[in-house]
């Protein structure tokens, strides 16, 4: 909030006169009655000059302001309080482009947009800026207008058991696990590099990678899914396990595991389902199956491949794959 006293000024200029509105909203105080108004409204000049004065005994604050430039070539603003100097500047000097509009907000500071509304720098502190998803790759750059990001980290599903054959009976191995989940605030630098891991989803009967991201020399692991345990052709009834859910992630403000993967059942040789894999929060686990044939592939992301089956002697089959990890940043002011 920009606060003015009795008799108090603002004061602002433009790059040039009768193409940047200013509109001033806000509230005055006299006396204990508050007036909610619009302060003052006008195209600003090409040097700076007084645009409003606050009346004897009378206070006023600031809320909200809006510059609009309705030119057709770029043009800058500059606003002052009590005089206008150089010593009397309470913004720098912003440039908005043709049809551009900046915004000042009681709490968020100032907002430039571009001609179609999309937001280009912001000068507040923990103003959403945008979201980025990475599922592959290294690192990322700081934006030059975040100085904090929220990080929530998926590593990667294991696979679903494989079966080996023999004989004439069923075989039905169990799910993968999905991966590990963690969240983490970090407080970063324009600029500044982040780099992390997002492993691919653990192949047949073998587990995902760990996940990471890491800032400020800390380092968040989210733990990948255990795969789904391998069945042998015997005979019926037995179980086979499912991928235990991983360890629990390390270093995150929220420290999160995975689900198991399911169980497989053998019944008799013509009569086996193999075990789901584990779900996530962004993805499905591969169904479990009851027919031969290799297990089911994971959709989305960190989820656990389901297991394979065997009916009546069938040929050896694959545990199906677990799916990727995935790394999605909020970017704040």
């Known amino acids: 909030m920009i606060t003015l006293a009795a008799a108090d000024t603002l004061a602002a200029g433009a790059s040039a006169a009768t193409e940047v509105t200013s509109t001033v909203f806000g509230m005055?105080?006299?006396?204990?009655?508050?007036?909610?108004?619009?302060?003052?409204?006008?195209?600003?000049?090409?040097?700076?000059?007084?645009?409003?004065?606050?009346?004897?005994?009378?206070?006023a604050f600031i809320k909200s302001i809006v510059v609009v430039n309705m030119g057709v070539v770029n043009r800058t603003f500059q606003f002052f309080r009590g005089g206008t100097a150089a010593a009397n500047a309470i913004t720098p000097i912003f440039t908005l482009?043709?049809?551009?509009?900046?915004?000042?907000?009681?709490?968020?500071?100032?907002?430039?947009?571009d001609a179609v509304g999309k937001l280009q720098v912001s000068t507040g502190s923990g103003r959403y800026l945008r979201t980025r998803v990475f599922t592959s790759g290294s690192s990322f750059t700081v934006s030059a207008d975040a100085s904090s990001i929220f990080c929530r980290l998926l590593a990667p599903g294991g696979g679903g058991g494989n079966c080996t054959t023999a004989a004439t009976n069923a075989a039905a191995a169990g799910g993968g696990a999905s991966g590990g989940y963690a969240e983490k605030t970090f407080a970063v630098t324009p600029g500044a590099t982040v780099t992390y891991t997002v492993p691919a989803g653990g192949a047949s009967v073998t587990a995902g990678a760990d996940a990471t991201v890491v800032s400020g020399g800390v380092t968040v692991t989210a733990k990948g899914g255990p795969a789904?345990?391998?069945?042998?052709?015997?005979a019926a009834p037995t179980t086979i396990l499912g991928g235990a859910a991983p360890a629990i992630s390390t270093n995150g403000d929220l420290n999160g595991s995975g689900a198991p993967g399911g169980i497989g059942v053998n019944l008799a040789a013509a009569q086996a389902a193999s075990g789901n894999g584990g779900s996530s929060l962004f993805g499905g686990g591969g169904v479990g199956r009851k027919t031969q044939g290799a297990g089911n592939a994971a959709v989305g992301y960190g989820s656990g491949g389901g297991g394979g089956c065997i009916l009546s002697g069938g040929a050896a089959v694959a545990g199906g794959a677990g799916s990727a990890g995935i790394l999605i940043v909020d970017e704040f002011s």
């Open 28 to 59: 005055t105080l006299n006396a204990g009655t508050e007036a909610y108004l619009v302060l003052d409204q006008r195209q600003l000049a090409a040097a700076p000059a007084t645009i409003y004065t606050v009346a004897g005994a009378t206070q």
């Open 97 to 113: 482009v043709p049809s551009g509009m900046a915004v000042y907000e009681d709490g968020y500071g100032w907002s430039i947009y």
């Open 228 to 234: 789904g345990v391998v069945a042998a052709v015997v």
